[in-house]
């Protein structure tokens, strides 16, 4: 079945940096589009980042553009997002998913304090 494991969260200041990694398993992690979302306490899931099967093509939320970078392994199955800059408005759960399957990981948090 699809699994996705996400890790990388934690406690930074404002300013630091963070990269979160998610391992996926169960699909064709290759011929997939992946994402990146992230929640809020009290607010909707949000779309951060979004990056094609080849990592070819990347594309992101107007809120983390210029400070965040989506990349993926195919040879490992993972996807990362680079988060640097990160600012106490990123405070989120943040998850990946398959762009095309409706399956989620468990999330990993992600707090900045100021």
């Known amino acids: 079945q699809v699994q996705l494991v996400e890790s990388g969260g934690g406690l930074v200041q404002a300013g630091a940096s963070l990269r979160l990694s998610c391992a996926a398993s169960?699909?064709?992690?290759?011929?997939?589009?992946m994402h990146w979302y992230r929640q809020a306490p009290g607010k909707q899931r949000e779309l951060v980042a979004s990056i094609s099967s080849t990592g070819g093509v990347t594309n992101y939320a107007s809120s983390v553009k210029g400070r965040f970078t989506i990349s993926r392994d195919n040879a490992k199955n993972t996807v990362y997002l680079q988060m640097n800059s990160l600012k106490p408005e990123d405070t989120a759960a943040y998850y990946c998913k398959v762009a095309t399957m409706d399956y989620w990981g468990q999330g990993t948090q992600v707090t900045v304090s100021s």
């Open positions: 169960g699909f064709f992690f290759s011929r997939n589009a």
